[in-house]
């Protein structure tokens, strides 16, 4: 009897603790509400099984506790019970996955009127890129990086020369945009995320991947690597800062573009070389 009312006060225990408890996720700052309701959706389900299973155990337990004199029942295989486990497994195994599938697929159809921006990791540090007046961003190549050209621009594709490039700085957007973020990474796999934007994606060295968003609210975020990365891993940070549209365009008038980054870096290389 004590282990039956033990095993029920942790079933018990565990779902009020999970309703009631003071951690959370953060507020969330995207469209991405969807990935929210389909965790909620995960958490129901998986936490109504875990009950059942407590709960039989507990009666099990209970109902069939040693007495002198009575011997177990061999039962080898129950058709019925075997076919309402499977039916109801599936069901529950259907009823977790089709929000996910219906989350993913709005997660990879970018608006049409989405921004692009570009996020690059690299041990330890994030750097940003954002299209210039043209509202296009230039070609890269792995080829092309270097300590003065850090993101690989291509220098001879006109687009990229007004590209606003960022290196160990704030990612600064525009609140109620649509923005779809590429993701390139130079040497180990990353995970750009910002949890209060619900929105996350592998960084693949050699890939480019994507997600979208559109920001909701005005603030600051922390910018966290989601992929163990190495020694600095944790140390791998930024922010992102979601301002006013005004804001934003005051802010991204004030950077630097490639171009003139590109200008400096020659400059500087001209000089230690005497002007040769």
């Known amino acids: 009897m004590a282990v039956a009312i033990i095993l029920l006060l942790v079933a018990v225990g565990s779902v009020l603790f999970h309703i009631y408890s003071p951690w959370w996720w953060t ?27 407590i709960a039989f155990m507990a009666y099990c337990v209970f109902r069939f506790h040693h007495k002198e004199g009575r011997q177990a029942h061999y039962n080898p295989e129950n058709k019925k019970l ?3 486990l ?25 608006p049409a009127d989405a921004t692009e921006i570009e996020v690059m990791g690299q041990q330890w540090q994030w750097s940003f890129r954002l299209p210039g007046k043209d509202g296009r961003m230039g070609t890269t190549d792995v080829r092309y990086i270097s300590p003065e050209n850090p993101m ?20 600064h957007l525009p609140v109620g945009k649509p923005v779809k973020v590429l993701l390139r ?14 929105s996350k ?32 891993h944790a140390q791998m940070r930024a922010k992102v800062i979601v301002q006013e549209e005004s804001e934003y365009h ?5 950077q630097k573009t490639f ?18």
């Open 259 to 276: 171009a003139e980054l590109s200008g400096r870096a020659v400059t500087k290389a001209t000089y230690r070389s005497g002007g040769k």
């Open 201 to 232: 994606m592998d960084m693949v060295p050699g890939m480019v991947t994507y997600f979208w968003m559109t920001p909701i609210r005005t603030g600051t975020f922390d910018v966290l690597c989601a992929e163990l990365c190495g020694a600095a």
């Open 250 to 254: 005051t802010w991204l008038e004030q």
């Open 82 to 84: 075997e076919w309402w």
């Open 152 to 171: 690989g621009l291509n220098r001879d594709d006109p687009h990229g020369q007004d590209d606003v490039v960022i290196e160990s700085g704030e990612l």
């Open 86 to 110: 499977s039916i109801g497994t599936a069901i529950g195994v259907a009823a977790m996955l089709a929000p996910g599938l219906f989350v993913w697929h709005q997660f990879v159809t970018v």
């Open 27 to 53: 507020p969330i700052a995207t469209n991405w509400s969807y990935i929210d309701h389909t965790i909620s959706i995960t958490f129901w389900i998986t936490g109504v099984v875990f009950f059942a299973v």
């Open 185 to 198: 990474s130079v040497d180990v796999l990353h995970d750009f995320y910002v949890p209060e934007f619900r």
